[in-house]
């Protein structure tokens, strides 16, 4: 088997290559890449062109200015790519905004002849696209049987997940909200990670991109419990950006809000990322929506409730 020098330019990728068994040849990194913090060493070829250090509201409007533009939100190093000579570059054509796009690539592979490395662009969308994204970059890698044993894993803890969970309808309805400034709901396999949960989502269709929303839709469907997982934020980032939604006027009126069953989740490092931690995302929301762990306890770290000290 070749011996390969991968540089992930996605923080779900470097999980799948660690995961896989083959974080030895991981060679690079992009920016957000923290996760086994051991990656935290590697080279970074990336970074955002856009102040990420603000305000949702803030992010949303620098963002919209740069597809105004037609400028990419991130910056790829393309002199750091051609020192490390990667022969696997791993990156993505799910999301623009949130990890470096495969145009980004291309564009930076161009500025250097010396190789010609593989670039895997992942796409996920649903729950099974996770799962075949990680045999691709099996595939890639050459170890087609890595591939079959991380996806069979996690095929039997979704299974023992969905084998515990209340049967009994009717299921409580979860709003999940990706974006606070202005109001986006989280589709794409989180809605799946709900059912699996014993929850039902609304506002939202699985295997389809975040919808924005407005505050009459969230006042409408008036969900039984809220999770709050900004893409990209921890729960620390969270909290101080909370007023966002509970100085709103209509904050009140959710009957989520008035029965204290709202949330917070750490959607950088879980419901964010399309990578092995899946599972442990609706691991996170069994906890949440029925009140016991179901393999190990995240309270605390992984979520905890709007109103904890």
């Given at each position: 088997?070749?011996?390969?020098?991968?540089?992930?330019?996605?923080?779900?990728?470097?999980?799948?290559?660690?995961?896989?068994?083959?974080?030895?040849?991981?060679?690079?990194?992009?920016?957000?890449?923290?996760?086994?913090?051991?990656?935290?060493?590697?080279?970074?070829?990336?970074?955002?062109?856009?102040?990420?250090?603000?305000?949702?509201?803030?992010?949303?409007?620098?963002?919209?200015?740069?597809?105004?533009?037609?400028?990419?939100?991130?910056?790829?190093?393309?002199?750091?790519?051609?020192?490390?000579?990667?022969?696997?570059?791993?990156?993505?054509?799910?999301?623009?905004?949130?990890?470096?796009?495969?145009?980004d690539i291309e564009?930076?592979?161009?500025?250097?002849?010396?190789?010609?490395?593989?670039?895997?662009?992942?796409?996920?969308?649903?729950?099974?696209?996770?799962?075949?994204?990680?045999r691709q970059v099996?595939?890639?890698?050459?170890?087609?049987?890595?591939?079959?044993?991380?996806?069979?894993?996690?095929?039997?803890?979704?299974?023992?997940?969905?084998?515990?969970?209340?049967?009994?309808?009717?299921?409580?309805?979860?709003?999940?909200?990706?974006?606070?400034?202005?109001?986006?709901?989280?589709?794409?396999?989180?809605?799946?990670?709900?059912?699996?949960?014993?929850?039902?989502?609304?506002?939202?269709?699985?295997?389809?991109?975040?919808?924005?929303?407005?505050?009459?839709?969230?006042?409408?469907?008036?969900?039984?419990?809220?999770?709050?997982?900004?893409?990209?934020?921890?729960?620390?980032?969270?909290?101080?950006?909370?007023?966002?939604?509970?100085?709103?006027?209509?904050?009140?009126?959710?009957?989520?809000?008035?029965?204290?069953?709202?949330?917070?989740?750490?959607?950088?490092?879980?419901?964010?990322?399309?990578?092995?931690?899946?599972?442990?995302?609706?691991?996170?929301?069994?906890?949440?929506?029925?009140?016991?762990?179901?393999?190990?306890?995240?309270?605390?770290?992984?979520?905890?409730?709007?109103?904890?000290?």
């Open positions: 088997m070749i011996e390969h020098r991968i540089v992930s330019l996605l923080p779900s990728a470097t999980e799948i290559v660690a995961a896989l068994g083959y974080e030895h040849t991981l060679v690079g990194r992009s920016h957000e890449c923290d996760f086994p913090a051991s990656v935290k060493s590697l080279p970074v070829c990336s970074e955002p062109r856009i102040d990420v250090s603000g305000m949702s509201d803030q992010i949303d409007k620098a963002v919209a200015g740069a597809i105004r533009e037609a400028l990419s939100v991130y910056r790829v190093f393309s002199d750091e790519l051609n020192r490390l000579q990667p022969t696997i570059i791993i990156t993505q054509t799910q999301c623009d905004v949130c990890a470096v796009s495969l145009r564009a930076a592979v161009c500025e250097f002849a010396e190789t010609k490395p593989v670039i895997v662009a992942l796409q996920p969308m649903a729950l099974c696209d996770i799962l075949s994204d990680m099996a595939n890639a890698i050459g170890d087609e049987a890595a591939g079959e044993r991380l996806v069979g894993k996690l095929q039997r803890r979704f299974a023992d997940l969905a084998a515990t969970r209340p049967t009994k309808s009717p299921f409580p309805t979860v709003a999940c909200i990706e974006w606070l400034d202005p109001l986006m709901v989280a589709g794409n396999w989180i809605p799946e990670l709900v059912e699996l949960a014993g929850g039902q989502p609304v506002l939202c269709e699985s295997g389809k991109h975040s919808p924005w929303i407005k505050w009459g839709d969230l006042l409408k469907s008036d969900p039984d419990y809220v999770v709050i997982m900004p893409c990209g934020f921890d729960i620390h980032r969270t909290v101080s950006e909370l007023h966002l939604l509970t100085e709103h006027p209509s904050w009140q009126r959710l009957n989520a809000v008035r029965n204290n069953r709202v949330f917070l989740a750490d959607g950088n490092q879980y419901f964010n990322r399309s990578g092995p931690r899946v599972i442990e995302s609706a691991e996170i929301l069994t906890e949440i929506l029925h009140g016991y762990p179901s393999r190990s306890n995240y309270c605390g770290f992984g979520w905890r409730p709007l109103n904890s000290d």
